[in-house]
């Protein structure tokens, strides 16, 4: 194997030439924000890019986001806003579903579109996989249910699911890293904007490049344990090793959390 060695921002990274599988975090609409990070990535076309749901909402370029994902080989999996928007699209919704999928974010995605969502983008949104399992990782949008197998979970678990999963003391799984977005990163207890949080065999990478507490977009490198970031308000770069990019959490916060609700 080739190694290479790369100096950035004073730090020294060895990054090995052999094919990288590179996990995106939520993106919501940011085109602009995530085209830049892809330039810093430069993935090869050998190489497996992933997407963690949530391309849509919030953001002012939803309908770019979802054609570029669509049209460039990338793997994408769903989460909770395609989940909304299909629900909106294909259900029987009334004035308040249609209201609470608007504040979320939805009013940004039906401007990006011009109010006119092609036919083959909902199509292909609503084939994407509520995960993916891809050995010694695994790609899911917001968690798993640590009480219930896979077998008896759904969209409702993998695409919206939080405290249950964040508060797990154990790895769901003995021989995978659980990889996911949905949460933003500082909303945990200590945690600083842009930091990768880290729980029981799980990593979350959502950094809330639509938040302005925040603005970072989040690249993960998993096979080189390397973290690319973007911000796309003062549009820094910065890449670290993965250790020190992260933030490992209390899971008794979040129990502690669960109790005062």
Not at 131 to 137: A, I, N, R
Not at 162 to 184: N, Q, S, V
Not at 234 to 242: D, Q, V
Request: proline content about 3%; glycine content about 6%.
């Amino acid at each position: 194997m080739i190694i290479n060695a790369k100096k950035f921002d004073n730090l020294l990274i060895f990054e090995s030439m052999s094919q990288r599988q590179i996990i995106i975090g939520d993106v919501h609409g940011h085109y602009n924000a995530l085209q830049s990070l892809l330039e810093v990535i430069s993935p090869r076309q050998d190489e497996q890019v992933y997407f963690l749901g949530d391309l849509i909402d919030r953001g002012p370029d939803s309908a770019k986001v979802v054609d570029f994902v669509m049209n460039s080989g990338y793997t994408c999996i769903r989460g909770n806003h395609e989940e909304m928007l299909l629900y909106i699209l294909t259900q029987e919704i009334d004035a308040e579903d249609w209201n609470i999928w608007l504040y979320n974010g939805g009013q940004a995605t039906l401007e990006s579109y011009n109010h006119h969502i092609p036919t083959e983008h909902i199509r292909w949104l609503q084939q994407l996989p509520v995960y993916l399992d891809l050995g010694d990782v695994w790609l899911v949008h917001a968690g798993v249910d640590p009480d219930l197998t896979l077998e008896e979970q759904n969209s409702s678990q993998f695409c919206w699911i939080r405290d249950e999963f964040h508060a797990m003391r154990e790895p769901y799984f003995k021989d995978k890293l659980i990889i996911t977005g949905h949460t933003i990163t500082f909303t945990f207890a200590g945690v600083e904007p842009g930091k990768i949080v880290k729980g029981a065999g799980w990593l979350g990478i959502d950094t809330g490049v639509y938040h302005p507490y925040s603005y970072w977009l989040t690249g993960l490198d998993i096979t080189n344990k390397i973290v690319y970031q973007y911000h796309h308000e003062n549009k820094k770069i910065r890449k670290l090793s993965l250790e020190e990019a992260t933030v490992e959490i209390n899971p008794l916060l979040i129990l502690e959390k669960r109790f005062k609700k």
